[in-house]
């Protein structure tokens, strides 16, 4: 099999990979010669492709579009659309623009070739080799969902599974539930669940909940707030974070109006039978979905050995540190700000090609 030749390989075809595409193809690289993209997914809409049905954006369609082309109205209640709506929307979008995606197509691994500095990067892949003059990884989070150690998790004779791996309230109907964690998908989750079933939701901290009028316009002008701070060397506002940390969206609200939306403390270990507290409460549970969050998905760019600073791959903007010729988009706020979000993306990946 040959290695293929391209100014700028990007890893991945979810919303990070689709804007960095959408720039490139406007600044006029031309697609499959100049730029292309490898998604290691079947089908398209990144991460939107594999969530739970009922799971709602956190922003109304027009504060949740990619640059160029806003995501269409939802048929249903005027707020916060699907998932399922913003997979079509993503799967639309990379028709509209005719971007070069590859799939299903893994990297491998990302490393110098012949150790050269100034040379391109090769990326090997399970449909060949690329030689690349610039890398964008952007693999998103969603295929490596974190779940913290516990005293005793291993003993727990009921169900446990990540956030990653729900796919609705139906099957834990009538049953005890433990919901671990107190974001946005913890709050969704649990606001489904409790509908059903016995629930008892752990928080780490008590839940800070945004208010019913905060809307993505508000998030939106948040978000901008912080960017420019940042950019004009001013203080950081601690962005969306500084208002709260969950959106009430509806299911939530209708959770909060029948009194489901109480927070235990932390547990200290798990037991066979469910959760017990250091003051010797205990909960029995049939079930525990952990809604923990979620990691980089960097593994491919192990080779190149790079430095890691407050947790994170060193970056300065979007760029390693220790390898000018790879970016990365999409990963949080250390990538970009807000560019773990639909709207937010769109700003990095413009100043990414720009800079190319």
Known sequence: MSTRQVDVLVVGGGQAGLAVGYYLRRAGYRPEDQYVLLDAADR??????????????????????LPGWRMPAWGGD???????????????????????VHRPVRVR???RENDDPAGPL????????????????CTGTWSRPFVPTYPGQGDFAGRQLHAAEYTGPQEYAGGRVVVVGGGNSAAQVLAEVSAVASTTWVTQRPPKFLPDDVDGRALFMVATARRRALESGGTDTGGVAALGDIVMVPVVREARERGALRAEPMFERVTRDGVAWADGREQAADAII???????????????????ADGHLAVLGTQAVD????????????????????I???????????SL
């Open 44 to 65: 398209p809409g990144g991460a939107w492709a594999r969530m739970w049905p009922s799971l709602r954006a956190f922003s109304p369609p027009e504060y949740s579009s």
């Open 78 to 100: 005027p707020g916060f659309p699907p998932a399922a709506h913003v997979r079509d929307y993503l799967t639309a979008y990379e028709r509209r623009y005719e971007l070069p």
């Open 109 to 111: 691994t990302v490393r």
């Open 122 to 137: 090769r990326v090997s892949t399970t449909d060949g080799d690329y030689l690349a003059g610039v890398v964008v990884s």
């Open 290 to 308: 952990w809604c923990t969050g979620f990691r980089p998905e960097l593994r491919h760019l192990a080779p190149l050995g790079l430095r890691y």
């Open 323 to 342: 390898e000018p010729r790879l970016h990365l988009v999409g990963y949080g706020d250390w990538t970009g700000p807000a560019s773990a979000t639909l």
């Open 344 to 354: 937010g993306v769109g700003r990095t990946a413009r100043d990414l090609v720009a």
